[in-house]
């Protein structure tokens, strides 16, 4: 998986649907090798919504 930071514009599916927007916030999750990123919220241009990065396909960082 990508790892995004706060401030990257991003494109990735999500249940079966593109998504686009650019990346408020993230937080971590922990796995038994340690913390990784657990998802990230994005901006959709005045609305937001979180995301959980197990459910995120084809994850790419756009030009800003």
Request: positive net charge; aromatic residues 14%; contains cysteine.
């Given at each position: 998986m990508l790892n995004v930071r706060e401030g990257d514009v991003v494109q990735f599916r999500y249940?079966?649907?593109?998504?686009?927007?650019?990346v408020e916030r993230t937080w971590p999750a922990y796995r038994k090798s340690g913390f990784r990123s657990g998802g990230f919220c994005?901006?959709?241009?005045?609305?937001?919504?979180?995301?959980?990065?197990?459910?995120?396909?084809?994850?790419?960082?756009l030009a800003s």
């Amino acid at each position: 998986m990508l790892n995004v930071r706060e401030g990257d514009v991003v494109q990735f599916r999500y249940h079966d649907k593109v998504r686009k927007g650019t990346v408020e916030r993230t937080w971590p999750a922990y796995r038994k090798s340690g913390f990784r990123s657990g998802g990230f919220c994005l901006d959709h241009g005045g609305s937001y919504k979180s995301y959980s990065n197990s459910k995120v396909q084809y994850l790419s960082k756009l030009a800003s």
